[in-house]
């Protein structure tokens, strides 16, 4: 494979290849975190071919087995937590609280991808029908074997131990490319695992560029799961095409929040702000815009600018806004403010001068025409949207109106359920925000240019598993019908049986 040669160490925040070593940094002050030789092609082949064999023995272990190792894997964590949530400060540069809650949230994850894994895909007997009734049926999810994952850096550890954890709990092995930002994050858990699955390399780890992840794509992996933008999604899918490789596509968003007349006003600037800003703004499911039904729209934009003027942005332990981590991420955010600007919005906080150096202080815009890049596309920052709405159709609508659909929030005593429904979206929070993704039951992923296929909840453990399916006769058949020795009498037979059964009209 050819070995990027790009060498970006000055920018801060940037990682680069030295000699066939991947180098990551500090996104603020561009320190040097950490060291990983670049997996070549062939590295990358081999390690798959290691996974089939440890996937082979994993999915053999007793149900119970494979539990226990996990269990075991979420307790480590448990007691590491401030170790790990100390590598993800380092090198993707998020706040130590960011970093711990977001840990908590996948330990949970783990545990439950761990408890229920045998009840959602353990075999069970199913229905059988009155036509045939000689036959039983059995159903079944076998694992893939190996499954490839690729993960973004802006939750470094939640977002791909969403894929991770569930296919390790369906019985798979799984080879990960972390990001090129941050692989020490990604080493990190793979030797925790290592801890507690010394005997096979049930999951295991290969750096470098995209480049290493096109290379996983056609390395003969069963199934990729990937998340990161919607553009690498559609060159991933295009690739695993050549092989017909299955992929799960986990992709951005442009979340919207909706508030309704009789919303908690209080409750919904808190969450907007946290929406919006935790993270950096760096969040797929982040709020980026807000429709408020103009009954409440000045309460709520003084609730919320109040709010954000307290928020501290730098790299103190207790700031609430760490560093943009991708340097050009910072261009895309300047880029978004100017041109809701140039095009007749107002800063009520913030402003052409919000990004400076690798930080983005926080920033509202109003008035932003609906056609702007700051309400159209991903903008990745501390930065959000607030319009003003006639009705909470109006809301629906102007939140529909984006090719992505990935999550979104609503604020209503009344309405929440009703207009929650009618939002284009995988996902959503009624009277909250992001909270679907701390409930470990409940399936992740989106819609349009968000992606599909779904991680966490017993969709997101079947996603990493095959159905099979088996039908036993039981008894000779009364009525044969899937044979030549089946007769016009019999036929006949099967016709009536399907006229009792199906013919009534209710
Ligand atoms: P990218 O799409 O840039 O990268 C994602 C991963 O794909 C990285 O590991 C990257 O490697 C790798 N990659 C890059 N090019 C290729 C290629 N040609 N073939 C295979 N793999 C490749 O996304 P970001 O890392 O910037 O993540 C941010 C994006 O992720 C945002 O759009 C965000 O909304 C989305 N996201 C979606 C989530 C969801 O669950 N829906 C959750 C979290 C984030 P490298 O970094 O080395 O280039």
Redesign the pocket.
């Known amino acids: 494979m050819t070995q990027l040669s790009s060498n970006r160490a000055d920018v801060p925040g940037a990682s680069s290849i030295e000699a066939g070593v991947l180098v990551s940094t500090n996104p603020a002050t561009g320190a040097e975190v950490a060291r990983f030789p670049v997996s070549s092609a062939a590295d990358v082949t081999s390690a798959v071919a290691r996974g089939r064999v440890a996937a082979a023995w994993w999915a053999r272990l007793p149900w119970q087995e494979r539990r226990s190792r996990l269990l075991r894997f979420r307790s480590l964590l448990a007691r590491r937590i401030h170790e790990l949530a100390a590598v993800m400060t380092e090198e993707g540069g998020k706040p130590s609280m960011d970093s711990v809650l977001e840990v908590m949230v996948t330990i949970d994850h783990i545990a439950w991808a761990a408890k229920h894994s045998h009840k959602v895909l353990g075999s069970r007997r199913v229905s059988g029908s009155l036509l045939q009734p000689e036959y039983s049926g059995r159903l079944e999810y076998q694992p893939y074997g190996v499954i490839g994952v690729?993960?973004?850096?802006?939750?470094p550890v939640f977002?791909p131990m969403g894929s991770i954890a569930y296919a390790l709990a369906a019985g798979n092995a799984v080879v990960f490319?972390?990001?090129?930002?941050t692989p020490a994050v990604g080493q990190w858990f793979v030797n925790a695992f290592a801890e507690i699955v010394p005997e096979q390399p049930v999951l295991q780890i290969v750096h470098?560029?995209?480049d290493v992840?096109?290379a996983l794509?056609r390395a003969g992996i069963d199934k990729l799961a990937?998340?990161?933008?919607?553009?690498?999604g559609k060159?991933?899918m295009a690739?695993c095409a050549e092989s017909l490789t299955p992929v799960l596509v986990?992709?951005?968003?442009k979340d919207a929040m909706i508030i309704d007349a009789d919303a908690d006003i209080e409750a919904a600037a808190d969450a907007a702000l946290w929406g919006a800003m935790t993270n950096a703004g760096q969040s797929?499911v982040g709020i980026e815009r807000v429709y408020a039904h103009a009954k409440v729209y000045d309460l709520f934009l003084a609730k919320l600018v109040a709010k954000a003027e307290k928020l501290t942005v730098g790299t103190d332990p207790g700031s609430d806004i760490g560093p943009i981590t991708?340097p050009g991420q910072r261009d895309i955010i300047k880029r978004h403010i100017d041109d809701a600007l140039a095009s007749g919005g107002r800063a009520v906080l913030g402003g052409p001068d919000s990004a400076r150096g690798s930080f983005v202080k926080p920033t509202i815009l109003v008035d932003v025409p609906e056609t702007s890049a700051a309400v159209c596309e991903?903008t990745?920052g501390p930065t959000i949207t607030v319009a003003k709405v006639a009705s909470m159709d109006e809301a629906i609508t102007l939140a529909n109106a984006t090719a992505y659909g990935?999550a979104g929030s609503v604020f209503s005593k009344r309405n929440g359920a009703r207009i929650a429904r009618e939002l284009r979206s995988g996902m959503v929070s009624i009277n909250s925000t992001f909270a679907f993704a701390v409930l470990p039951s409940l399936p992740?992923g989106?819609v349009g240019q968000?992606?599909f296929g779904r991680i966490h909840g017993a969709d997101g453990l079947r996603e990493f598993a095959r159905a099979k399916s088996t039908a036993k006769r039981r008894l000779p058949s009364l009525v044969p019908l899937i044979t030549f020795d089946h007769t016009p009498r019999s036929v006949a037979l099967g016709v009536r049986i399907v006229k009792l059964l199906h013919g009534r009209s209710r």
């Open positions: 690729i993960g973004p850096w802006n939750y977002t490319k972390p990001s090129e930002y470098g560029m995209g992840g096109a794509c990937f998340t990161g933008s919607t553009a690498t060159k991933v690739a986990e992709c951005g968003g797929c991708m991903e990745f990935l992740f989106g968000s992606g």
